[in-house]
């Protein structure tokens, strides 16, 4: 089955970029959309990418994700930090059989 | 504007089976997937399953034995059932529409609820 896995944590300073990377085992991470979400505690997670690399309507083009077949992997970046950046980031895909997977989640700091 | 509602009790003892409903307003449940996803304590998001608006569903398979997911049409309504409820059951439920692109690849979950916080006591 699709374990996705991410980095416990990554942080950076405001106004640079950080990209969160989600690596896929026990399957195809290109074979299925990949989704990436916002989640402040206490709040509704919020879409911030769908169908790999697309932004719903709303979402700042800072924000921007990307698929490598090679590395079987997806990566978010995100530019021009700011401090409401601070979040978990959460990728997500499917397995064979379309079960919804998440990734651990990453923690994002804002220096 | 499309809203969805988490509800349920705060509180479920050990043992005991979780109910929870999610109420779609702005949008019919007609022709949709809705979804059931959590957040354990300490843990990260968890997809728990999915319902069509027909009633077919898909659950977590770690989750399988112990999940009822059924819609209410004439409410606009879709529900949650998790059986032998445990301490490791603690977290926030979120209800959700998932989107299915037409080629039938799921693209995530496009809606929110703002979730619902279930404790269970010993």
């Known amino acids: 089955n699709l374990v996705l896995t991410q980095p416990r944590s990554v942080s950076g300073s405001p106004g640079k970029t950080v990209t969160i990377s989600c690596v896929g085992s026990?399957?195809?991470?290109?074979?299925?959309?990949v989704q990436w979400y916002q989640h402040r505690p206490g709040s509704a997670p919020t879409t911030i990418i769908y169908?790999?690399?697309?932004?719903p309507a709303g979402v700042p083009d800072r924000f921007s994700a990307s698929i490598d077949s090679s590395s079987n992997s997806a990566s978010l970046s995100i530019s021009g930090l700011v401090t409401d950046d601070e979040a978990d980031y959460y990728c997500?895909?499917?397995?064979?059989?379309?079960?919804?997977?998440f990734g651990g989640g990453t923690k994002l700091t804002v220096l | 504007q499309v809203q969805v509602v988490e509800s349920g009790p705060g509180l479920v003892k050990a043992s005991e089976t979780l109910s929870l409903t999610c109420t779609v307003s702005?949008?019919?449940?007609?022709?949709?997937?809705w979804t059931w996803i959590r957040q354990t304590a300490g843990k990260g998001l968890e997809w728990i399953g999915r319902?069509?608006?027909?009633?077919?569903?898909e659950h977590n398979p770690s989750l399988r034995s112990r999940v009822t997911m059924s819609v209410d049409i004439s409410e606009n309504q879709f529900s949650l059932q998790l059986s032998s409820i445990s301490a490791a059951d603690t977290g926030v439920y979120f209800c959700?529409?998932?989107?299915?692109?037409?080629?039938?690849?799921?693209?995530?979950?496009?809606?929110w609820g703002a979730g619902t916080t279930v404790s269970v006591s010993s």
């Open positions: 959700g529409r998932e989107s299915r692109e037409s080629n039938s690849f799921f693209s995530g979950v496009a809606l």
């Open positions: 702005g949008a019919q449940l007609n022709r949709q997937y």
């Open positions: 319902i069509f608006s027909t009633g077919t569903a």
């Open positions: 026990g399957g195809n991470i290109v074979t299925k959309f």
């Open positions: 169908k790999d690399s697309e932004r």
């Open positions: 997500q895909s499917y397995d064979l059989d379309n079960q919804g997977v």
